[in-house]
């Protein structure tokens, strides 16, 4: 064990592929956790806005990304003073190495800068003594972390449960839970992956959906060896967190909250709140506008292309948007928020949908297409003027782009891939979500 993770204090619930079940266990974990009284702080591994979400519902208490691609160390850890004297839970992503190029922003990554105790969860579906040694062989690999044990998933019976902890006892590796399939506990997904989780939270099941993972997780899982890994202590050279890794681009700061946008970073949020910037909601699918005191106008991504109709009749809205860039507030729209300041978007059918019209673009659903990856971006100009890390991730399609380009784009192995996002005026945007400035 290296120093630099002695002693590991919290905890990284990883697995050996994406579909092994680590936002539902991280989900009952949390749950198990509050009900024990516990101060939490939940964390995601690499770019995420959908499961984050789901751990705030749970634990009460916003989730932040640690992302070991798009931010550096000092940053990590500055984040991680938030969970200084509380039980840090941070769920990874895809596979335990998965990440970028040279396995950057893993789990694995995260779990070593940051000092996190390793617990793998592992899929057990179609498979019984193979599960052991794939945990086996994994924590071979495992030589700057601490690997604290297994989860085993979707087990189908307590003798397939027995047959493969057999041979990790004789592995030497702990089993710190057993969970077996439930036909019930399924979080359903749409095209961007996990349906949001304030459409959960509102649906008539949530409490008992809740309840049954919680019982099922303090019924299988090892939840006070898991608290003890999770526990961070509150040190003696305890530091502030640092205010932000995206300094705020306005004092009074208006951004659009709602399911059809709710994909804005709670370390970028947190991060405006602590350098003292005032951050004013409001909901776009209910008709209000942003606030006219604001100096900043932020549309974040999330699922505009669902909610359509109500967007194009939003004239309370659109107008204030319109009246906001007529004294030359800033305006940024972000991936979902992007589309909407456009022209229009074409819904699924080929509905054609009027939008703002504060930039020359037009988007469609008719025909999706995938695309996604890690962004470093470069802006010569406008609120976000510098260089950035940030990814990509939508299914719409810009069928209409022209103007001023916002960003110069290369991907997560140097490769050129032109420019992005439009200016006019005072009004920006792009497809790229940005996560942190890097100069």
Known sequence: MSSQIAPAAGLMLAATASGSGKTLLTM????????????????????DYIDPAFHTAVAGTASLTFDSFAMNAPSLHSLAQ???????????????????????????????????????????????????????????????????????????????????????????????????????????????????????????????????????????????????????????????????????PGQRIAIARDTAFGFAYEHIMQGWRDAGAEIIPFSPLADEAASQDADFIYLPGGYPELHLPALSAASVFQTSLRRAAERGCLIYGECGGYMVLGSAIYGADGTYWPMANLLHLTTSFATPK????????????????????GHEYHVTQAIEETGIPLFSVTDSLGEDRGKAGLCAGSVYGSYMHLIAKTA
């Not at 009952?28 to 770019?47: E, S, Y």
């Not at 100009?381 to 950035?388: K, L």
């Open 82 to 248: 938030h969970a200084a004297g509380r039980h840090f839970v941070v769920e990874g992503v895809m596979g335990l190495f998965d990440g970028a190029a040279s396995g950057r922003g893993s789990s694995y990554e995260v779990a070593r800068i940051l000092g996190l105790n390793l617990v793998l969860i592992v899929n057990t579906q179609g498979v019984s003594d193979t599960a052991a040694f794939i945990a086996d062989g994994i924590r071979q690999h495992c030589r700057d972390v601490t690997f604290a044990g297994v989860i085993l998933n979707q087990l189908g019976s307590p003798r397939h449960a027995t047959q493969i902890e057999r041979l990790l006892t004789d592995f030497g590796i702990p089993c710190l839970g057993r969970f077996y399939k439930d036909s019930e506990l399924i979080i359903p997904s749409r095209h961007l992956g996990l349906i949001q989780a304030d459409e959960c939270v509102r649906s008539d099941n949530w409490h008992s959906f809740l309840t049954r993972l919680t019982d099922a997780v303090e019924a299988g899982l090892d939840v006070e060896a898991l608290a003890a890994l999770s526990a961070r202590p509150k040190t003696d050279n305890y530091i502030p967190p640092a205010a932000s890794l995206m300094p705020p």
């Open 28 to 47: 009952g974990l949390l749950a198990a956790l509050r009900k024990r009284g516990f101060a939490l702080q939940p964390g995601k591994t690499g770019p």
């Open 370 to 389: 995938r695309t996604l990856g890690y962004r470093f971006l470069d802006a010569a100009t406008g609120p976000f003027a510098g260089q950035w890390t």
